[in-house]
């Protein structure tokens, strides 16, 4: 174990997805419900890794500023779009140091993006929906150097699902 990664581990689960492909896809899911205002509460469904079900029993609470027409008692859904986008980039980068055999004391993560609420609140049809850009940064104490560091920054930015889903097209579906 390094930085807490277990490397043998993941080359096991690697070889074994490498040989036998139904085991590669692992499928999430959530239901989403309505607690008021602009309140919602989200529990997750269990998940499928492979031919495995992994049981899931978490939920969290999704809120708005006031100035949103909340009262600011729980993260946001830009909060946690960015923390799930932060979550998978952080685990994609320590496993890269680690499978390197960088020992890290601290790395810290900080992504920032702004919304044009114009767009949103359909008050200025020139303003973008969504985020227009996503920026981000690593800070990094470890006996890596920074090109190590680039590197896997690098490797994070082509292998990170939750990166490349923000960053390529995906093709959302009305389910029937």
Known sequence: MLNGINLEGLQEYTDL??????????????????????????????????????????SFEIGEPNELLGDNSRPTPQDYLLGGLAGCM????????????????EVKLHITGTLDLRGFLNVNAESPVGFDSIEFSYEVDGNGTQEQYNEIITNVRQFSPNYRTITDKVNMKLKS
Do not use: H, P, R
């Open 17 to 58: 997805i490498g040989i036998e492909e139904k085991e590669a896809y692992s499928s999430y899911g959530i239901t989403a419900q309505w607690q008021g205002g602009v309140n919602t509460k989200v529990t997750t469904q269990n998940q499928k890794v492979g031919s495995k079900e992994i049981q899931k029993d978490f």
């Open 90 to 105: 952080m685990v994609g980068f320590v496993a890269g140091a680690s499978s390197k055999g960088i020992k890290l004391k």
